[in-house]
């Protein structure tokens, strides 16, 4: 089967590395070198490569920035290859090239088969590339959750789909149980709103005020106030245009009017213009005719009852009331009520709302404890069979009376949920702690790693579990980080030997200071610096003949031309070669 592989990488600026190029190739590559020459940043330079943090810290003393190049041979039709032509990127005959820079001021930016990509998707395709372990992820693996989660993956299916399950009803019942204990606990604070809102409805329907009442009771206090100014003011305008019966010699608008359109029609005949200008006289005349009629009206209907001029301003202070309260206008006014009558049905159900929540709640739980106990058991079933593949591994690691077990338990909670008729904690991946336990040789309990295994065991674990990884969930290609730290003798034979045999089935990259294991290696890479303390494209080279048993010699020894040392080596190589 074709898989992707990890061609190259050139390395700039970063840590102590000038420049330098790191050319890798399928199966079992060791990079080796002095302490400080700069071998660890290979594993930094391939982690930011898959969309590991920046840190300005890397960049090296001097430069503006750090630049990681790689050039990945990705298969048609892999996962990633496809993932990365959805992005956008390019890909040349097969081959990905990735690129991340890292700024002196911290900032970064990626760069995916010649395309900007947010930093996020190399990580996404980290997933389906490459794994990555150091030493810091042997530490991880002392934490419970991380120990979980490396059974929940070996499990695959058989876990992800309850848990799946699990987690939105998990999260369906801390959202029902969130509301309820608002409502509840803020029932003093609703019920006071509640009255508060009440009391206004009241206040307002006491009232009934209608849309655009204010305006027109403004309107008319104005008129009922000025009255006899009005009346007064509408009966001259009236003669003016009428006449004043009580002055029958007196000229008005109207007579005016009346005579001067008498005047033209006599002419009108002789000239069309002035025809129509007579024409528009007479519509005058009706015009004034109809004001002075309305004026005539307007006086007979002008109420000055005071009376009712004070049952304006009676009504116009219990609105003011209303809009000081409650609103600009009287409109406002009503648009708060609506919204207080929805609001007041709303707090008014929470009694109703707190009984739908409850049984909401408790059914949740229910259904939450059962497949929490079907989770359980999933992860159960595959921890016995995890444990039982990880010891079959740690015998080939050179410790062939180890068991691995795990323990899953519970924790009694009074507040927790129902499983197996206890009522026990739960949270979002379930109620089950999970231990890793080791019991390094026959007659020793099991304990957890944490405190049952050494350095150089917890090495062999790790790479363990990643070997058994590799047979269920693969992945291209491995980079380990002197996962051997804390081996030496048989056991890093060993290593050594289980390492050449998973790099038959992927690209296996292993940073190591131990001669045993990097004479497995198909390939050995040494990184080694010049005189000013940097590393430049001739400090990484691949290792061939008598180079690579000069390293091996200094690796055993410290002394390159040890002859002894020099025997070592070459038997190291003769038997790994034999080995494989």
Do not use: C
Not at 116 to 124: F, K, N, R, T
Not at 168 to 178: D, I, N
Not at 524 to 541: A, F, M, P
């Amino acid at each position: 089967m074709v898989v992707s592989v990890l061609e190259e990488m050139r390395i700039r600026s970063l840590g102590v590395i000038d420049d330098a190029v790191v050319e890798l190739s399928p199966g079992f590559t060791a990079v080796t070198g002095e302490t400080g020459a700069g071998k660890t940043m290979v594993v930094t330079s391939l982690g930011l490569l898959l969309g590991g943090r920046a840190d300005a810290a890397l960049v090296r003393i001097g430069a503006r920035n750090a630049v990681v190049e790689g050039r990945i041979a990705v298969p048609d039709g892999s996962p990633a290859g496809v993932r990365a032509e959805e992005a956008g990127a390019e890909l040349d005959e097969g081959t990905l090239l990735v690129s991340r820079t890292v700024s002196a001021e911290g900032r970064s930016r990626a760069h995916l088969g010649g395309r900007s990509v947010p930093v996020g998707l190399l990580a996404e395709l980290a997933d389906d590339l490459v794994a990555v372990h150091g030493q810091s992820d042997q530490q991880g693996l002392l934490k419970l959750s991380r120990q979980r989660q490396a059974l929940d993956r070996y499990a695959g299916y058989a876990v992800a789909v309850p848990l799946g399950t699990y987690a939105e009803a998990y999260k369906r019942l801390r959202a029902v149980t969130a509301e309820l204990e608002e409502i509840t606990t803020r029932a003093r604070e609703r019920a006071q709103e509640a009255d508060l809102l009440r009391f206004g409805l009241e206040e307002i329907a006491a009232v009934e005020p209608r849309a655009g009442e204010d305006t027109e009771l403004a309107e008319e206090a104005e008129r009922l106030g000025h009255a006899e100014a009005l009346a007064s003011a509408a009966a001259v305008a009236h003669a003016a245009l009428a006449g004043n019966p009580e002055d029958p010699e007196g000229v008005d608008a109207g007579t005016l009017v009346a005579g001067a359109q008498r005047a033209l029609e006599a002419v009108r005949a002789h000239d069309p213009a002035l025809a129509a200008l007579t024409d528009r006289i007479g519509e005058i005349g009706i015009l004034l005719r109809d004001v002075a009629g309305e004026l005539a009206g307007y006086a007979d209907d002008l109420d000055a009852d005071p009376l009712r001029l004070a049952a304006v301003e009676e009504r116009r202070a219990a609105l003011t009331a209303l809009t000081r309260k409650y609103g600009e206008d009287v409109a406002e006014v009503l648009a708060w009520a609506e919204r207080s009558a929805a609001r007041l049905t709303e707090l008014e159900g929470d009694d109703e709302r707190i009984g739908e929540l409850t049984a909401e709640r408790d059914s949740l739980r229910s259904e939450l404890g059962a497949l929490a106990q079907e989770l359980s058991e999933a992860r159960t079933e595959a921890a016995e069979r995890f444990a039982a593949a990880v010891t079959e591994e740690l015998a080939s690691l050179a410790m062939p009376h180890a068991r691995v077990s795990f323990d899953i338990r519970q924790t009694e909670d009074p507040e927790g949920v129902e499983v197996n008729g206890r009522t026990v904690a739960y949270g979002p991946a379930g109620v089950d702690e999970v231990e890793l336990l080791l019991a390094p040789h026959p007659g020793a309990p099991p304990r957890p790693i944490a405190k049952g295994a050494s350095g150089g065991e917890l090495s062999r674990v790790m790479l363990a579990v990643e070997v058994v990884f590799a047979g269920t969930d693969p992945v291209p290609t491995y980079l380990f980080d002197e996962v051997d730290a804390g081996v030496g003798g048989k056991a890093a034979v060993e290593i050594g030997r289980r390492l050449a045999r998973l790099a038959k089935k992927a690209q296996v990259v292993v940073v190591t200071h131990l001669p045993q294991v990097a004479a497995f290696a198909d390939r050995q890479l040494l990184v080694e610096k010049t005189n000013d303390g940097s590393v430049t494209r001739s400090g990484v080279k691949v290792l061939e003949g008598e180079d690579r048993v000069r390293e091996l010699s200094r690796m055993l020894a410290g002394q390159e031309d040890s002859e002894t040392a020099r025997a070592h080596a070459e038997e190291l190589l003769a038997a790994a070669r034999t080995d494989a």
